[in-house]
């Protein structure tokens, strides 16, 4: 696992931002990991944001899109799927990608992506902001989520300016 090229983590002003955090429910330690880190993130940023769980990383999709129709201007999606013998893994990790994609695009607003997909436990468990974890990805998810509310403003501010007349 390399951190090599990642960016310095910056202070983000995340007030007046909604955001929902929407988790799987598999592999409980590493979501509940996850979780924590994104709350962490989002607390220290001043977001206001909400926790809902759904069964599995593959209806992260509709609740991200739900969530949207509901006024949030961000989502962070947790979810944790780990390799078996079958490919099921591919066909979820596929459709909870393409679907979160999707649900971003259409709406025109943020997702921060923290669905992990992993050949084993330990990789999730060293991702998942725990203690000894070598990441945390949970808060990096929620850090991308707010820094791309912040861009997506910056880009509509002079359409809105010119829409004024300004």
């Known amino acids: 696992m390399s951190r090599a090229g990642a960016p ?18 598999w592999h409980e330690v590493i979501t509940e990991g996850l979780i924590a880190g994104a709350q962490r993130a989002l607390d220290a940023a001043g977001a206001e944001h909400r926790l809902v769980r759904v069964p599995g990383s593959f209806e992260l999709a509709l609740a991200a899109q739900a969530a ?3 006024g949030a201007d961000a989502v962070v999606a947790l979810g944790v799927i780990i390799r078996g ?8 990790s596929h459709a909870t990608t393409d679907g979160l994609t999707r649900a971003a695009l259409d709406a025109g607003k ?9 050949d084993d436990e330990q990789q999730g468990l060293d991702r998942a902001g725990l203690a000894g974890s070598k990441e945390d990805k949970g808060a990096e998810a929620a850090e991308a989520a ?12 002079p359409a809105a300016r010119d829409m004024l007349g300004e």
């Open 68 to 70: 949207f129709a509901g």
């Open 110 to 118: 943020p997702i921060g992506f923290g669905v992990l997909t992993l």
């Open 146 to 157: 707010l820094r791309m509310v912040a861009v997506i403003r910056e880009l509509a501010a």
């Open 85 to 92: 013998g079958t490919p099921h893994f591919e066909y979820v």
């Open 8 to 25: 310095q983590s910056q202070q983000i002003d995340g007030s007046g931002t909604q955001v929902v955090i929407v988790a799987g429910t």
